[in-house]
């Protein structure tokens, strides 16, 4: 069983700072998805990935598959960033997500 | 456009009622998970479905849920006999290539 944990478990920071949050997990996988969850409970993908980096606008996850471990950068961080952060690892590809608890941030005007 | 929708947003019932939450996706998919969150708690997997067929269930997932696919699109979860604790957010997902693409979930209170 996969085991997934993220750190920190809530972050504050003032708009403009950049973040990290960081996830690492216990099974070896091909991918790990990165998801962000808004007050109202909706879930949205942000990214899925093997290995490397990949960026959209201001987000960057990178991935290490040796080390398990993987993280989010959000670059000038802005109020409207606020939300959970999650990280999901998969037990096989494409099958069920195991979750990690999440990483509150809230970013101040 | 979302890939997947729910209904209803929303549900309360009463501690041993039925209910029923459904999974609308917008086009055919043939891989569906079913997940809950209790409020405070983290993500669960609760079921996934290929092909018209359960594939794997958690231990959560006992004898009071069931899963179908009545129409060949949409997908649902039925709780048979709610108690307390099945109060919580549930989320559909269909698979797409590698990635799981979320509903925005139902919100069920159990009274």
């Known amino acids: 069983k996969n085991e997934v944990e993220q750190s920190p478990q809530n972050l504050t920071a003032q708009e403009g700072e950049f973040i990290t949050i960081n996830c690492s997990y216990s099974?070896?996988?091909?991918?790990l998805h990165w998801l962000q969850q808004h007050p109202g409970g909706g879930i949205v993908s942000l990214f899925m990935?093997?290995?490397g980096k990949k960026k959209h606008g201001r987000l960057i996850a990178t991935i290490n598959i040796q080390e398990k471990h993987s993280s989010l950068h959000i670059t000038a961080s802005h109020p409207r960033d606020s939300a959970v952060y999650i990280c999901?690892?998969?037990?096989?590809?494409?099958?069920?997500?195991?979750f990690g608890e999440g990483t509150q941030l809230t970013v101040n005007p | 456009e979302p890939e997947v929708t729910q209904t209803p947003s929303h549900q309360v019932t009463q501690m041993g009622q039925e209910v029923i939450l459904r999974c609308v996706p917008i086009?055919?998919?043939?891989?569906f998970y079913w997940y809950r969150q209790i409020l405070g708690q983290k993500v669960e997997f609760l079921v996934s479905?290929?092909?018209?067929?359960?594939?794997?269930k958690s231990e959560i997932f006992d004898d009071q849920f069931s899963v179908e696919r009545p129409d060949g699109s949409n997908f649902t979860l039925k709780i048979r006999s709610t108690k307390l604790e099945d109060s919580a957010m549930y989320f559909c997902?269909?698979?797409?290539?590698?990635?799981?693409?979320f509903g925005p979930g139902t919100r069920l209170l159990v009274l």
């Open positions: 997902a269909i698979l797409r290539g590698w990635t799981q693409y």
């Open positions: 099974v070896g996988i091909s991918a």
């Open positions: 479905f290929y092909n018209n067929e359960i594939s794997e």
């Open positions: 999901a690892a998969p037990e096989t590809s494409g099958s069920r997500l195991t």
């Open positions: 990935l093997s290995s």
């Open positions: 086009s055919n998919h043939l891989y």
